[in-house]
């Protein structure tokens, strides 16, 4: 949440996420993503399969890379209602609040 997700000069393909285990879950939130994030966002690593159980999605990202049109089919846009839902609380539980004290 509110991230830049930058790389080293000469780095010219990142990805934002490959999902090499089942249920990987990602989600990048009002986060300024630089030029060199790959147009389709994510990609696979070596199993198909875990296209069907991983959930990678974006909220309103800004910057050079956050240009969803080319995305990969498998990723997710939140809508606002969605969004709700990802507070540091809900997303750490209750390690979150104790170390937030």
Request: charged share 25%.
């Amino acid at each position: 949440m509110n991230c830049n997700i930058l790389a080293d000069d000469g780095v010219e393909n990142v990805y934002l996420g490959r999902p090499w285990r089942p249920f990987a879950k990602t989600v990048f939130m009002k986060c300024n993503l630089e030029k060199q994030i790959n147009p389709e966002g994510w990609k696979e690593w070596s199993n198909k399969g875990n296209e069907s159980t991983a959930f990678y999605a974006e909220f309103k990202n800004t910057g050079e890379g956050s240009n969803t049109k080319d995305r990969i089919s498998w990723s997710h846009q939140l809508s606002d209602m969605e969004a709700e839902n990802y507070t540091i609380e809900n997303i750490l539980g209750s390690w979150a609040l104790s170390y937030l004290k």
